[in-house]
């Protein structure tokens, strides 16, 4: 049996003009995520991240905090199937066929701004449709492959450590997160994405795992636990 620990990114910079950026508050989230671990020592085998720099940089900052605690990480392998779902290519491209299907969104842009509360619902309403395949999206990702594109990187990293007691972490973002929950717990798409919703920044999720014959058994230990940031570090984005 061994740990997969699924880690989220910091807070990325919500609203600003380049979002895959980690904000000063996202570095500080990173760096209490490598100190905590400094400070139980907690074992790890081996660090997998996403190729996106909000990923990348998380990894950098909780290794450099644990490192300066005296407790150093192995160096991370990037895997691209852990990156995030295309959410700003599908909101580019599909916005006008939500806003079309919901009357109550028209109002999303007035006057030239952009109202927040709407473009919140206009993105989880995106996501629902995209998660039930009625969203026309091109070429840009399907909920089907990103599904199976997130098993395929979960499936490499438990296949790299089938040794007993080993702890792999991997540093992503909320929906593969979300998928390899569902994963262990048999949801379907739409509570796949509420769980997703629900994941914090920074935050730590524990899966044990064992193979039975060609087959990978997945059980979820712990969810979404903050318990290594101060209250003023807790944050969804």
């Known amino acids: 049996m061994g740990t997969l620990r699924l880690v989220r990114h910091g807070q990325a910079s919500y609203g600003a003009a380049n979002y895959d950026v980690l904000s000063p508050l996202g570095v500080r989230q990173a760096e209490a ?26 990894a950098r900052h909780l290794r450099a905090a644990a490192a300066a605690a005296g407790h150093p990480l192995p160096e991370p392998v990037v895997l691209p ?9 599908l909101l580019a491209r599909c916005l006008p066929q939500v806003v079309a299907a919901e009357p109550s969104l028209r109002g999303l842009i007035h006057g030239g701004r952009v109202d927040r509360a709407l473009a919140d619902r206009a993105l989880w309403a995106m996501v629902d449709a995209w998660t039930a395949g009625t969203l026309d999206t091109g070429d840009l990702e399907t909920y089907a492959r ?4 997130v098993d395929a990187a979960t499936d490499e990293i438990l296949d790299r450590h089938a040794d007993r007691g080993q702890v792999a972490v991997a540093v992503t973002s909320g929906g593969p997160i979300g998928v390899v929950a569902r994963r262990a717990l048999g949801l379907d798409p739409r509570a796949t994405v509420a769980l997703w919703r629900m994941v914090r920044n920074a935050s730590v999720s524990d899966l044990l795992w064992r193979a039975r014959g060609a087959d990978r058994e997945l059980s979820l230990l712990g969810w979404n636990h903050v318990d290594h940031l101060a209250d003023d570090l807790v944050t969804f984005r």
């Open 81 to 89: 199937g852990l990156a995030e779902y295309p959410a700003f290519e």
């Open 33 to 58: 995520v490598g100190a905590a671990w400094a400070g139980r020592r907690a074992p790890v085998s081996a660090i997998y991240v996403g190729p996106m720099q909000r990923q990348l940089d998380t």
């Open 146 to 149: 990103f599904v199976a594109r």
